[in-house]
């Protein structure tokens, strides 16, 4: 579309996304870089931004373009006018109903709540964090009520992460997949553990470093437009057109550690990578949902990174690094990866168990928005829960629900989409891999036709579809847990 | 003053800081991390915010507001007061001048050139360079078009760096400096070559930052308000209250290349980290000037870390980090960083020969504003100025005029603060060892007291008065080039 009122949205969107990419990387130093007396000022300057951003996108005139821009827009239009007028339409509403106040109040306490986070879970204090808490989940819930929500307001939440979800259909996906995996992590984790003393040894960080951008870029990662720090939560962010950086954290007696947050980084990064440039600004030139982003991480880092070929490949390349690795052979390091273990930490945990750490944060989230359960009971509720589930206790909630940093963000309603990611990863890897090129490329430790197929059916759509549309365009049918629980059963009950 | 204009005044310089400050986040990172495609983009985003200040530094009622204070403003106002709208006034009618176009247009030349300054030095080709050289140059004179002048459109461009300065009294104050240097430079440049081979060996990039982070603390730097990293052109960035940014660049077989980056970058962050928080966006809270910025910084590099007190505290420490250095004593530690040559780079040259290469390019840049050097003429003006003042040929313009970062920042004026700078360091340094506290604590290696001595008398006064006042109020006297001429025939001359 060429009309007007279309192109003062996209001019609008183009000045305010150049802003919001300022913000990206303002955010982004304060995780990797900034020093700790510079929080309060940086506070500032967050709630300045999303202030700022709040007021450009809920101007008066923008909802007279986005009604002018409708009226033109004929069932001729292109795909790319039809979803960003949906796209805007859906965040023009949405933004309007949120005081710039609000929106200011919420960007200032996420920045303090971050700090007192990262020491409570040093040392593992959740009242040092639960006044934070309280302060984020109310401003959360009066977010739910200036949007309206259809059931719980724990929909209205949802809705920033995963259009078009909701929680009673989330509650029965997650509750299938559950079913699905109970008797999978019985038998997965009741196998003798794998001795890891063969891996023992010094990793020097440097040649971690070494290592990972050599698979990174093999991945077909590219670091003229983007790099790898190092942060104590690993993430992805890709905060300008061609600047897309991942963290990673080291260990120097584990370099699996390191990779493995690379290889799960590197993979959301390949999809901010795909994007189409010429749409930034516009929402069609936006990642469509978490459930799509983290399908790409969990794709590279489990189907590709935890695979026989991947470690046929790169086995060799790593003992170059660390030469008492020589001495391993591949079905070792194989099962090295790929262990099942009931534990207490979710980002460490093995693929098997993963999404019942997933379930009991997104239980825990519903109840506390449902009022059912109030901030200072949430260790007890977690850690009651957490033995009914893994059969441990927990012994302090650094190990327990302070272990991750999104609460923090005022994230709630996001948890749920890290097992729609997994569902997405092994659905979108079956369909993948039924093209035989893909297939013997992947097995041959290739990847660039694997990458060529996500970079079409997926990175390259950006916004266009809604998720649910885009799978079904990529796949031809709707994802659902089968994939996912075949995929499993297949790497860790075959041998038994 | 708490007069309503006033205090609007002071509410806008607060909220414009806050952005100038994210702008300068930008600005740092495209020099230390980010990924080379990024650069377009980044021109887009730098350019935004130039703009966007611009517009709030010049809206009517900005002018209005000033008007307003500047009536209230009587004779018992305090010196906060009085300064913020001498420098407000200032500002306003300077900014008002200079077109919104122009100042985006400024700062997306700046990203262009930049890099390609850095491809033109790299590869040794003024070519390279010249398009975007003969842009910035253009776009400067129509700058100081803007603005108007006393006599040459230089004066205009001075005022940026240097409140107060003139063209003329430059020339009279830097050829009073030559005619002392001249002798000094002949003698010191004339004794035996020193034999460096006893500091010869590796120096461990990690361990050198370990030890320059040391030594920077014992300075007084505060790194939970700053930090050092890497990147080609040293400097520094006082990018927030609490965050002050250095940079140096490291060569593995000589320590003293990082470690006087660090010391000169650690007395520009000492300034930085000592203005006063509260004044943050007032223009009191700034830097007085770069003459005073200067200062600092040549204070810290040659009157505190080329001195042998310092050597005596710290080559011990260094032994540590670089064990062949045992073997080096104090003598000859202070002779390897008090050799007056000949040499083609200024950052890299001895205090004697500095200015020298000051003055030529004050000397090239007058040329360029007068138009009496065109843009292609300069390799050609610059090497042959170069051979009469240091008798040696230049093969190659990456080590002539291409050398330093400035003119690529669209930076003219500039330079004549660097020798500005050496004589207020010499003249603050000789005042502050009069005192006897500083002196005994100096020569014994210690530096509260000199540090206390600059918080009070330079830091804290931010932009109170301006430049020349500042030195009269914390010596007594004006600068002039006495105690810098001095210092350099004591530590040059009297060992022949």
Same mark, same amino acid.
């Given at each position: 579309?060429?009309?007007?009122?279309?192109?003062?949205?996209?001019?609008?969107?183009?000045?305010?996304?150049?802003?919001?990419?300022?913000?990206?990387?303002?955010?982004?130093?304060?995780?990797?870089?900034?020093?700790?007396?510079?929080?309060?000022?940086?506070?500032?300057?967050?709630?300045?931004?999303?202030?700022?951003?709040?007021?450009?996108?809920?101007?008066?005139?923008?909802?007279?373009?986005?009604?002018?821009?409708?009226?033109?827009?004929?069932?001729?239009?292109?795909?790319?006018?039809?979803?960003?007028?949906?796209?805007?339409?859906?965040?023009?509403?949405?933004?309007?109903?949120?005081?710039?106040?609000?929106?200011?109040?919420?960007?200032?306490?996420?920045?303090?709540?971050?700090?007192?986070?990262?020491?409570?879970?040093?040392?593992?204090?959740?009242?040092?964090?639960?006044?934070?808490?309280?302060?984020?989940?109310?401003?959360?819930?009066?977010?739910?009520?200036?949007?309206?929500?259809?059931?719980?307001?724990?929909?209205?939440?949802?809705?920033?992460?995963?259009?078009?979800?909701?929680?009673?259909?989330?509650?029965?996906?997650?509750?299938?997949?559950?079913?699905?995996?109970?008797?999978?992590?019985?038998?997965?984790?009741?196998?003798?553990?794998?001795?890891?003393?063969?891996?023992?040894?010094?990793?020097?960080?440097?040649?971690?470093?070494?290592?990972?951008?050599?698979?990174?870029?093999?991945?077909?990662?590219?670091?003229?437009?983007?790099?790898?720090?190092?942060?104590?939560?690993?993430?992805?962010?890709?905060?300008?057109?061609?600047?897309?950086?991942?963290?990673?954290?080291?260990?120097?007696?584990?370099?699996?550690?390191?990779?493995?947050?690379?290889?799960?980084?590197?993979?959301?990064?390949?999809?901010?990578?795909?994007?189409?440039?010429?749409?930034?600004?516009?929402?069609?030139?936006?990642?469509?949902?978490?459930?799509?982003?983290?399908?790409?991480?969990?794709?590279?880092?489990?189907?590709?990174?935890?695979?026989?070929?991947?470690?046929?490949?790169?086995?060799?390349?790593?003992? !170059? &690094? /660390? #030469?008492?690795?020589?001495?391993?052979?591949?079905?070792?390091?194989?099962? @090295?990866?790929?262990?099942? *273990?009931? %534990?207490?930490?979710?980002?460490?945990?093995?693929?098997?168990?993963?999404?019942?750490?997933?379930?009991?944060?997104?239980?825990?989230?519903?109840?506390?928005?449902?009022?059912?359960?109030?901030?200072?009971?949430?260790?007890?509720?977690?850690?009651?829960?957490?033995?009914?589930?893994?059969?441990?206790?927990?012994?302090?909630?650094?190990?327990?629900?302070?272990?991750?940093?999104?609460?923090?963000?005022?994230?709630? !309603? &996001? /948890? #749920?989409?890290?097992?729609?990611?997994?569902?997405?990863?092994?659905?979108? @890897?079956?369909?993948?891999? *039924?093209? %035989?090129?893909?297939?013997?490329?992947?097995?041959?430790?290739?990847?660039?036709?694997?990458?060529?197929?996500?970079?079409?059916?997926?990175?390259?759509?950006?916004?266009?579809?809604?998720?649910?549309?885009?799978?079904?365009?990529?796949?031809?049918?709707?994802?659902?847990?089968?994939?996912?629980?075949?995929?499993?059963?297949?790497?860790?009950?075959?041998?038994?």
């Amino acid at each position: 579309m060429s009309e007007a009122a279309y192109l003062k949205l996209v001019e609008l969107g183009r000045e305010v996304q150049l802003v919001a990419d300022t913000q990206a990387l303002l955010s982004w130093d304060q995780e990797v870089l900034m020093p700790s007396k510079s929080l309060e000022y940086r506070g500032e300057q967050m709630a300045w931004f999303s202030g700022w951003i709040h007021e450009q996108n809920t101007k008066p005139e923008v909802g007279e373009w986005i009604e002018e821009a409708e009226s033109q827009c004929s069932g001729d239009s292109d795909e790319v006018a039809k979803a960003n007028l949906r796209e805007w339409k859906h965040s023009f509403e949405r933004e309007t109903k949120l005081p710039r106040r609000l929106v200011e109040e919420f960007a200032l306490a996420q920045v303090h709540a971050k700090s007192a986070w990262a020491e409570a879970r040093a040392k593992s204090e959740f009242s040092i964090f639960a006044p934070h808490l309280t302060k984020l989940v109310s401003l959360c819930k009066e977010q739910a009520e200036c949007w309206g929500y259809l059931e719980t307001p724990y929909d209205g939440l949802l809705d920033k992460f995963e259009r078009g979800a909701s929680t009673v259909r989330l509650t029965e996906t997650l509750g299938d997949l559950r079913t699905s995996l109970i008797p999978i992590v019985e038998e997965a984790t009741s196998n003798e553990p794998f001795d890891r003393s063969c891996l023992e040894g010094q990793y020097p960080i440097e040649k971690q470093k070494a290592f990972n951008h050599e698979v990174a870029a093999a991945m077909g990662f590219d670091f003229d437009a983007g790099r790898i720090d190092t942060a104590v939560h690993p993430f992805c962010s890709g905060m300008a057109p061609h600047d897309t950086r991942l963290t990673t954290r080291y260990d120097e007696s584990d370099f699996l550690s390191s990779l493995f947050g690379v290889l799960h980084e590197a993979g959301h990064g390949l999809y901010e990578q795909g994007l189409t440039v010429e749409h930034r600004g516009q929402p069609v030139g936006n990642a469509v949902s978490l459930g799509i982003h983290e399908s790409q991480s969990r794709l590279w880092e489990n189907h590709v990174g935890r695979s026989r070929a991947f470690w046929d490949r790169w086995l060799p390349v790593a003992a !170059g &690094y /660390f #030469p008492h690795l020589a001495s391993v052979d591949v079905d070792t390091m194989y099962r @090295a990866v790929n262990q099942a *273990s009931l %534990s207490y930490i979710r980002v460490e945990s093995d693929e098997v168990t993963y999404d019942l750490h997933v379930l009991l944060r997104f239980e825990i989230e519903k109840l506390i928005f449902s009022d059912q359960l109030k901030i200072d009971e949430i260790p007890e509720a977690w850690n009651s829960r957490f033995e009914s589930y893994f059969g441990l206790t927990v012994e302090d909630d650094a190990n327990g629900c302070l272990q991750d940093i999104h609460w923090s963000l005022g994230i709630f !309603g &996001y /948890f #749920p989409t890290y097992s729609l990611g997994n569902i997405n990863a092994a659905h979108l @890897a079956s369909e993948a891999r *039924s093209n %035989s090129v893909v297939k013997s490329d992947m097995d041959a430790g290739e990847y660039s036709s694997l990458l060529n197929w996500m970079r079409s059916k997926i990175h390259g759509r950006g916004s266009i579809l809604m998720p649910d549309d885009l799978v079904i365009e990529a796949t031809g049918r709707p994802a659902n847990p089968t994939a996912l629980v075949h995929h499993l059963r297949d790497r860790y009950l075959t041998k038994s």
